[in-house]
């Protein structure tokens, strides 16, 4: 085991690949707290291996269960956090962690689901979607993507503590991650995406899926073009007050669709010449690419105040929370060979509950405001 520690990642001791001076010296760490769940995992195993009846002594003993060295044993620190936890090796932790999927979900389509690799560009809805599909047992290899730090204005929306403002979110995506399932594989790219380091974001390993949570118009342009050549699909949520807009664009099918699905014409075009792209253009940009008729009034209006009486767009932790739920069975839909068709999806809340809601009302002020977000400075 190398000395040298990267306080964003944890290091781990594999089932069968470490000795007892590998353990000493890793305890020599600077530990905060030593968790051991080894045995409490192994009578989880016994369990659902033999739910009908007791375990008998040669299953216990197979297990490690009266003492005896198992091979299935892992260690695991953590030096954001400074805990060392001894757990079940990264086989039995997916068994685990995956029971009561079944048979929802069978262990075929399980296993299909795991070996994928998901890459997930902006974390802050990005980061409940990338989580969420690790709960699901989806991806143990994920490409996370962004530039930005956690602030407290996030915790309206983003699951994160205050402890950790000011520090990367990708970093903290990742962390979420690894206390679940220590033994995924993550690459981050702290610096966002950029002309430079997309195609390794595309490639090595190459990508089963992507989902785009970012705000840079040209970056969103540019995933398109590279999944449309990649034949990969594509999937975007964009919360908009109580109603989730969900695009989803199957360049993995024949035919391949426009991208965007073809909403907004040649936008992109112009989005990839504008080399400065100015407050105006960006707020001009969201409404042509999410369209009018999907934005309520409200949501329009603070279009007009972001950057004078607002730092950035509105958004609400209850349209944000079900993103990840639904991206995860959208993800799982797609990779399991649904047929789902590239479009967008409009899901309004109060049409769902049936009730009357005013949100999209005052077609005078939306006209207002549309011609003023238009307008080019």
Known sequence: MGTEINNQRPIVLLPGKYSAYDVERLKKQKIWREVDIYKNQLQELLEIRYPSNNASERDKKNLGMNGVLSPIDAWVYYPWSG?????????????????????????EEQTKLHNTVIG??????????????????????????????????????????LPNIGLAKVDLASQSIWELDPFSQIQTFPKGLNKDNIDEFFNDPSLSIIIDEIDD??????????????????????????????????????????????AIGNVADNIL????????????????IVGVKYIPTRALETLIHIG??????????ST??????????????????????SDRYFIKFSELFKFDSNEFGGNGKRGVILKKLMEKS
């Open 83 to 107: 805990i060392l936890l001894h757990c079940v090796g990264p086989n039995e932790l997916f068994e685990l962690r995956t029971n009561r999927n079944k048979n929802l979900i069978t262990s």
């Open 120 to 161: 997930v560009a902006g974390m802050s809805v990005g980061a409940g979607i990338a989580i969420g599909a690790v709960y699901s047992g989806i991806a143990k290899n994920l490409k996370l993507a962004d530039f930005d730090e956690l602030e407290t204005a996030n915790l309206n929306r983003v699951r994160e503590s």
């Open 217 to 262: 118009f040209k970056m969103k342009v540019l995933l398109r073009i590279k999944a449309k050549q990649n034949k990969l699909p594509l999937l975007m949520f964009t919360s908009l007050g109580d109603n989730i807009l969900v695009d989803i664009e199957r360049y993995d099918l024949s035919p391949q669709p426009e991208i965007f699905n073809g």
């Open 273 to 288: 010449k504008n080399e400065y792209i100015s407050p105006e253009d960006i707020k001009r940009y969201a409404v042509q």
């Open 308 to 317: 004078k009486t607002l730092v950035g767009r509105p958004q609400l932790y």
């Open 320 to 341: 944000i929370a079900v993103d990840s739920g639904l991206a995860a069975y959208l993800i799982r839909q797609i990779l399991l060979g649904s047929d789902i068709k």
